[in-house]
């Protein structure tokens, strides 16, 4: 079953601690997104990943960070400089991430989200 | 400064009516427009695209306007259901931009 698995749904975070967030996607894209949604917010873009073995910074990076060793991989770590890191986070793939390829191949699929919390 | 508008935070439609959600957007190199559906505690599901070329389409119930003149577009239920009830975002992509640029979304409740 082709998809975007995030795990864990709900995650609580202590004072001080860093916490990684998982995505994983079957479905062959290059390009894969973490996103941030706090209540009566859109979503707003944390970092993004065109390729393997490159990402970049998007509207709110500060206290977040990612890698992708892997094709299918995307885990995004909230560090305990991210002051307030009570949100829901959505992750997403996309055939390619790439301006000017046509833009079916920029639709973007997502995750069920993870929530997390701080205790 | 955001270049996707939803103006209207929230939208009630009574059940077999027409529900119209709309989007404004400043960014002329935008070629391509989305939109998604959201329900509490899941993620988006994309629901309909139109490219800038065409100024309709359709899917079932769904139908998206795309009025480029005035850089806006309009996402058309019609009968509306309870089961439409979700969060809609509204998203575009062009010029130089790969990432999707999204709208901060309206709530849409559909009354029986």
């Known amino acids: 079953d082709g998809g975007i698995t995030q795990s864990p749904k709900y995650l609580f975070r202590k004072e001080g601690q860093n916490v990684t967030l998982s995505c994983e996607q079957n479905l062959n894209h290059d390009a894969m997104y973490w996103y941030r949604q706090d209540p009566g917010q859109g979503l707003r873009l944390i970092y993004y990943?065109?390729?393997?073995?490159?990402?970049q910074k998007g509207d709110i990076a500060e206290g977040y960070s990612v890698s992708r060793e892997k094709k299918e991989s995307f885990p995004l770590t909230v560090t305990s400089a991210q002051k307030n890191p009570t949100a829901f986070y959505l992750c997403?793939?996309?055939?390619?991430?790439?301006?000017?390829?046509?833009?079916?191949?920029?639709?973007?699929?997502f995750g069920a989200g993870t929530r997390l919390s701080v205790l | 400064d955001q270049q996707v508008k939803q103006n209207s935070p929230s939208l009630s439609v009574q059940e077999g009516r027409i529900s119209i959600l709309n989007c404004d957007y400043t960014n002329s190199m935008f070629d391509y427009f989305l939109w998604y559906k959201k329900y509490p505690a899941e993620g988006p599901t994309f629901l309909i695209s139109i490219s800038s070329i065409k100024d309709k389409n359709e899917d079932g119930r769904f139908t998206v306007f795309l009025n480029k003149s005035a850089k806006h577009l309009s996402l058309h239920i019609v009968p509306s259901q309870p089961g439409d009830s979700a969060v809609y975002f509204c998203?575009?992509?062009?010029?130089?931009?790969?990432?999707?640029?999204f709208g901060k979304g309206t709530k849409l409740s559909v009354k029986p």
């Open positions: 990943s065109q390729i393997v073995n490159d990402f």
């Open positions: 997403a793939s996309s055939p390619s991430g790439l301006a000017g390829v046509g833009g079916a191949k920029n639709i973007q699929y």
């Open positions: 998203a575009a992509i062009g010029g130089s931009q790969g990432n999707l640029i």
